[in-house]
T-cell receptor
Framework: EAGVTQFPSHSVIEKGQTVTLRCDPI?????LYWYRRVMGKEIKFLLH????????ESGMPNNRFLAERTGGTYSTLKVQPAELEDSGVYFC????????????FGNGTRLTVT | QKEVEQNSGPLSVPEGAIASLNCTYS??????FFWYRQYSGKSPELIMS????GDKEDGRFTAQLNKASQYVSLLIRDSQPSDSATYLC?????????????FGKGTKLSVIP
């Protein structure tokens, strides 16, 4: 079974540019999460999809971040325009069951905004 | 702000010893607890989950949960150099259909050959 896959693994962009991160969850997993770890901090929740619907987006930092999951399969997270403080590692995770169940994480996308 | 606290370490143990990792959480409504292992540049990998008070053993790993004290621990027996990694503690809370994880900053473990 393939794990959670994220693209790209690294991205370096300039302040003000746009970046789109992609996540392919484990096949059949309806629940998809985005998390972020900025330097020196803990991994923090951004949002949660159930199929194509946003279940919880309380962790999204501001309206420069836009997440989509059209068709309930892969998801994208767009940052536009990027700011320096957006630098960090963006993780995607998925789970098959709703409720209290473990999440399976991808390797993350390391975003550097210069 | 509901938090999960871990000692950042580094925690150094000799090969073959028991490594003890500790975690406290502040939100009493938390229902599930997880330990993830993360090697540098890699994804967090689930190694243990625990949902009720007491001990749960899986191979060389034992998770312990005490909800009254809001305390979770992970014991690694017969530690190996390959266990050297950052260990992340997380709790999970439900509400309005979302079951997000709250992570601690992680404890870096170094097993010395």
């Amino acid at each position: 079974e393939a794990g959670v896959t994220q693209f790209p693994s690294h991205s370096v962009i300039e302040k003000g540019q746009t970046v789109t991160l992609r996540c392919d969850p484990i096949s059949g997993h309806d629940n998809l999460y985005w998390y972020r770890r900025v330097m020196g901090k803990e991994i923090k929740f951004l949002l949660h999809f159930v199929k194509e619907s946003k279940q919880d987006e309380s962790g999204m930092p501001n309206n420069r971040f836009l997440a989509e999951r059209t068709g309930g399969t892969y998801s994208t997270l767009k940052v536009q325009p990027a700011e320096l403080e957006d630098s960090g590692v963006y993780f995607c995770a998925s789970s098959q069951a709703s409720g209290y169940s473990p999440l399976h994480f991808g390797n993350g996308t390391r975003l550097t905004v210069t | 702000q509901k938090e999960v606290e871990q000692n950042s370490g580094p925690l150094s143990v000799p090969e073959g010893a028991i490594a003890s990792l500790n975690c406290t959480y502040s939100d009493r409504v938390s229902q599930s607890f997880f330990w993830y292992r993360q090697y540098s540049g890699k994804s967090p990998e689930l190694i243990m989950s625990i949902y009720s008070n007491g001990d749960k053993e899986d191979g060389r790993f034992t998770a312990q949960l005490n909800k009254a004290s809001q305390y979770v621990s992970l014991l690694i027996r017969d530690s190996q150099p390959s266990d050297s990694a950052t260990y992340l503690c997380a709790d999970q809370k439900g509400g309005a259909g979302s079951y997000q994880l709250t992570f601690g900053k992680g404890t870096k473990l170094s097993v010395i050959p």
